[in-house]
């Protein structure tokens, strides 16, 4: 069991949102490297990262896609 990067956002607020919407329906998350984001104030451009158990990659990448069951 690990994690694995399921998508990257400019924004934190935007993989925040994905988060909380995995999480509605079941799947755990979590944001990576929010603090570092160039959009609100880090001096670096740097993207927020969503990452998922790799066992729940897939269903959470439809999910996301708005294919979610």
């Known amino acids: 069991?690990?994690?694995?990067?399921?998508?990257?956002?400019?924004?934190s607020i935007?993989?925040?949102v994905i988060?909380?919407?995995?999480?509605?329906?079941?799947i755990?998350?979590?944001?990576f490297d929010a603090g570092l984001?160039?959009?609100?104030?880090g001096g670096l451009?740097?993207?927020a990262r969503?990452?998922?158990l790799d066992e729940d990659?897939?269903?959470?990448g439809a999910i996301m896609r708005g294919g979610g069951s």
């Not at 069991?1 to 924004?11: D, H, T």
């Not at 988060?19 to 079941?26: H, K, Q, V």
């Not at 755990?28 to 944001?31: G, R």
């Not at 990659?57 to 959470?60: K, L, R, S, T």
Request: no cysteine.
């Open 1 to 11: 069991m690990s994690l694995v990067e399921l998508a990257r956002f400019s924004a």
């Open 14 to 16: 935007e993989a925040e």
């Open 19 to 26: 988060r909380t919407l995995l999480e509605s329906y079941g």
């Open 28 to 31: 755990p998350a979590l944001v």
């Open 37 to 41: 984001n160039s959009a609100e104030g």
């Open 45 to 47: 451009a740097s993207s």
């Open 50 to 52: 969503v990452m998922v």
């Open 57 to 60: 990659y897939e269903e959470a």
